[in-house]
C-alpha cells in the first residue's frame, strides 16, 4: 500500500546502524530507501591506497592522520581528518568518521562490547550522570541478536566486570565464535600483573575467527585501521550489502540536509543534494536517522521552517547538546625484556579493575587497553630523527619495537548540556551546508581518573620492571561520538523516548549511539546495533 | 650483537620473501607510473654513486630498481643531490673505515654530510622520501625498517595468517 509515499521508510546513513534498521524492515517486506552522502568504496582500492600512501595511518599516529587517510576526501562529503570540524572548546574534539557506503566502522577497531546492569543506573548508584529509561535485561536479548548480526568473537567464561569472578554481565547465548588466540606478549604481560592483582580480560571483537557469512578467518594483518584487507573485520558495509539484498535501495551521493514536517507535526519529506547541488525531495511513512552522533544533530538543526525555529524533534532544546566521548590517556614504557607487542590483531588485551564499584562517584569508570599496533615506522622515525643510525639503528629498531609498551585508558564521562554540536556561523561544505561546530570540554571527574590512572600505571611499570618513558594526559580523543541525541522519558530535557522516537514526532527515530543517555567506559557500537535492533523491531509492530 | 646478515628468517611466514619480490615488482611499475618519472629506469649509471653511498651505510647489497626511484625521488627535491653525495663519498674513502659503524665513530660530520647521510638512511629505512605533504612513496614492504623484526613482526597488512602469532618470538 505505497501509493502516496516514496518508501515505507526512508533511512538516512547507510552505516551499521542504518543497515540494520533498513535489512530488518526491508527483510520483512517493506519499501525501504537508505540515503549516503558519500560514494561506494571497495576494499581493495581503499588496500591499495593505503599501501601506497607515504604516510600511514595509525592508531598511535594521530598527528598525522590527516595526511594519511586511505578513504575519499570529496567537497560534497570532506574528510572529518584535517579541519572539517570546527573546535570552539577548550579541549579538542577531534574526530574522524568516515562517509562511504558502510560508514564509519571500515576502519573502526571492532572492539564490541556490552554495557553492564550498573551503566544503566549511573545516577541512582552513583549520583552522576543520568539513568537509562529501562536496565540492562531490557536490552540483553537485542546485545545477543546484534552480536550474532555483526558477527562477534570473544570468551564467555569472562568476568568483564574486571573483578576476576564468574562470567559476567549474564548473556542468553554463548558469543557466535570462540576468542582469539592471543600474542606471547599478552600472555607475559597478563602473567607479571596479575601478580597485582589485575584481572586479564580478551576484548569481544569483530574479527572472525571462524569462516562466518563469507568473512575469513583473522589473519594478524594488523590494519584494522584503516582497513582489514581480507574482510575478516566486521564493518558495515557487510550489513548495507545484507539490506539491498533484502531489496532496500540504497542510494550513494546523495546528503540529507532538511527534513520535512507538516502542520500537525508529521514528518512528511526529506530533502537531499546531489554533488552537483541539485535539490531533491523524498517522501514517506517513516523515517530513521543514523548517520552518527554529529552528522545526526546537525541534520536536525539545519531543519528549520517557520514553525520549528530551532531545528526539528528541538523543544527541549536538547538537540547536539551532551556530545560525549570516552575522552582518554595514553602512557608509555620500556620493559627490560623482550615481550613484542604488535603480534596478531591490533587489541586485544584490556583491563577493568576500575570498570566498576562505589568509586564511581568520584572517578570515572576506565578501560586500560594494551596497544598492539606494529610499531616499526614511529620507531624507526624517531630513531632517525635522533641520529642513530649504522648496526645501532637496527638493534634499536628490534629491541625497542620488543619492549615499548602504550597502554591506551578510556574513561566514562558524563552528558554535559554544555557539550555541544552547533552549526558553524562562518564554514560551509561544498555544498554550502554548514560545518558541524564543536564545544568539548571535561571536568574534575575526568581529572579525578586520570590521577587514579597514573597510579595504576606506576603500579604496571613496577610489575612489568619497566620504565615509564611518556605520560599524555592530553584528552586524547577515543573516536566514540555519543549524545547529541539524548534518551530519557521527559520529553522537556531529552530528545528522544525509551524507543529511539524523537519525542516531538511520532515517526522520526533516531538509531546508533546518539541516543545513549549513558556511555560507560567501554566502545559503543555494539551498544548502538542493540539499540537499532530493538528500534526496527518497534518500527515493525506501526509500518 | 644483532647483525642484519643474521638476522632470523620468517618462522610464520616461509613464502614471505618470494611474495614482497613479486609484490615489489608490482609496486615499481605502479609507482613508476603514478610519479610520471620513466627516467627512473635510465637514471642507474647517474645513481651508481648513490648506490655505493647507500651500500655502505645501510651495510647492505641493495636492490638497483630500487636504488634508482630514490636517487630521482631525492634528485628532484634536491638539485645539489650529486655533489652532495660525491661530497660524502670523498669524506667516507678518506675516513678509510672498514664499515660504517667505524666510520661514524671516527668521524665528525659536518652539517651538509650528516643531512645527506640522514636522507639516504631514512629513505631506505623508512621507503619514503619528502616531509609532510611532499612525502612520496617508494618502496612500502621493502623499507629496510622491517628487516629488523621480520619473523616476528609483520609489514602491516601483510599478516601471517590465522593463528601465526602466540609462541615466544625467537
Ligand atoms: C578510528 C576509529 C576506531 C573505532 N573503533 C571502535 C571500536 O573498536 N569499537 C567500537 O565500538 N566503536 C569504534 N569506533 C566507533 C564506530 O565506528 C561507530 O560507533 C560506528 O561507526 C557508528 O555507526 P553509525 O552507523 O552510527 O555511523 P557511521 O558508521 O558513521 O555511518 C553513518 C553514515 O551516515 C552517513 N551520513 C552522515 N550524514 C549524512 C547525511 N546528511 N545524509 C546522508 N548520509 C549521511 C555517513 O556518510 C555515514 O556513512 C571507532 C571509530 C573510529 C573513527
Ligand atoms: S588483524 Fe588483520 S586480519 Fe585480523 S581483522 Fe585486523 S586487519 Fe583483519
Known sequence: MNTTYDADLIVIGSGVMGGLVASAVAQAGKSVIVLEAGPRVTRREILEKYRSSPVKLALTNMKLQGAGSPYPNLPYAPTTYGDYLEQTGPVRYNTNYLRVVGGTTWHFGSALWRMIPNDFKLKTLYGRGRDWPFGYEELEPYYTRAEYELGVSGVDEEDQSGQGGAPFPPRSKPYPMKGLPWSYAFKRVAERLSKGGYNPVSESNGRATQPWEGRPVCAGNNTCNPVCPIGAKYDGSRTIDKAERAGARVMENAVAYKIEADDTGKIVAVHFKRPDGSDHRLTARYFVVAAYAIETPKLFLLSTSDKYPNGIANSSDMVGRNLMDHTGMSVTMMAKEDLWPGQGPTELLVYLNGRDGPFRKDIPSSKIKLRNTVPTSQITSALIAQGVFGSKLDEEIRRRSARELNWATDFETLPLPENRVSLSKTKVDGLGLPVPSIYYSVTDYWNAGRDSILTDMKRFSELLDADITNIDVNHQNRQHVMGGMIMGDNPKDSVVDADCRTHDHRNLFVAGTPVMPSVSCMNPTLTGAALSIRLADKLLKEI | ?170
Open chain 2, 1 to 170: 650483537m644483532y647483525r642484519p646478515e643474521n638476522r632470523p628468517r620468517s618462522i610464520n611466514q616461509p613464502q614471505f620473501s618470494r611474495r614482497a619480490l613479486v609484490k615489489g615488482a608490482a609496486t615499481a611499475v605502479a609507482v613508476a607510473g603514478f610519479a610520471g618519472s620513466l627516467p627512473a629506469l635510465a637514471a642507474d649509471d647517474a645513481a651508481g654513486p648513490f648506490t655505493r653511498a647507500s651500500e655502505f651505510l645501510t651495510s647492505r647489497k641493495l636492490n638497483p630498481v630500487l636504488a634508482g626511484r630514490y636517487y630521482v625521488a631525492l634528485k628532484k627535491r634536491d638539485p645539489q643531490f650529486d655533489a652532495e653525495v660525491s661530497r660524502l663519498l670523498g669524506i667516507i674513502a678518506q675516513a678509510k673505515a672498514s664499515d660504517v659503524d667505524a666510520f661514524l665513530a671516527s668521524t665528525q660530520l659536518d652539517q651538509q654530510s650528516s643531512s645527506t647521510v640522514t636522507k639516504i638512511i631514512s629513505s631506505w629505512y623508512l621507503g619514503t622520501v619528502g616531509e609532510g605533504a611532499d612525502a612520496e612513496l617508494v618502496g612500502y614492504a621493502e623499507a629496510l625498517m622491517y628487516e629488523p623484526t621480520r619473523g616476528i613482526l609483520v609489514v602491516p597488512s601483510y599478516g601471517g595468517g590465522p593463528n601465526s602469532w602466540g609462541e615466544k618470538p625467537v
